[in-house]
């Protein structure tokens, strides 16, 4: 019986160690660190604040990924706000601290948290991200097209070239063709004229030399 009751209470304590739990912040003064910290569950850890009270309302802000145990928060959320931390492991079991009311603290100007990630300036940060990316896009797509536009340029000016290259070669071919004809019709013309010359020379020596024998 006895060894039944203590396997019973150390099953017991197991269970409870595993159970995720988040133990609530002993104060919450504005612009002040304050310790978070929890246990079981499994990691990782996120971890938001919400509303008080309200577990289904929009984090005022959500803290980044962890799988450590604890996360010192400076309180950059107004005094007077009511608000509960929620905590979530990564199978999904939530946890939550006791409702609690910011303090006012000596000071509202409250140091930057690295680590902290406020709903709006993740957004912002999303947005300019986005904005960043598209005018990248834009700028690729307007580099193509110029490219584009330079190449077919380059193309239509080396068919016009090449056209007018064939064009000056079929003139030049037939100005030399027309020559060659003109200097045979040349040729043959002066041809014939030496023909005619001659037979003009042998009758005037055939008519010289009867004369010639009839004196005689």
Known sequence: MARFVA??????TLALGQTLMINSPSSLVQCQPTLLSWSGGTAPYYVTVIPGGEPSATPLESFAETSATSYTWTV?????????????????????????????????SCPASST???????TAA???ASSVASASTKAV????????????????????????????????????????????????????????????????????????????
Request: charged share 5%; no cysteine.
């Open 7 to 12: 396997f019973s209470l150390l099953a017991a």
């Open 76 to 108: 950059d959320i107004a005094s007077g706000t009511s608000i509960t931390i929620a905590l979530k492991d990564s199978t999904g079991a939530l946890a939550y601290t006791a409702q609690s009311t910011i303090q006012a603290g000596t000071t509202t």
């Open 116 to 122: 902290v990630a406020n709903g709006s300036a993740s």
């Open 126 to 128: 999303s947005a300019a």
């Open 141 to 216: 797509s307007s580099a193509s097209s110029i490219a584009t536009s330079v190449k077919s340029s380059a193309t239509s000016a080396a068919s016009s070239a090449a056209s007018v290259a064939s064009s000056g070669a079929s003139k030049a071919s037939s100005a030399v063709s027309a020559a060659v004809s003109g200097a045979s019709s040349a040729a043959a013309s002066a041809t014939k004229a030496a023909g005619a010359s001659s037979v003009t020379g042998s009758l005037l020596a055939v008519g010289l030399a009867a004369v010639v024998a009839i004196v005689a």
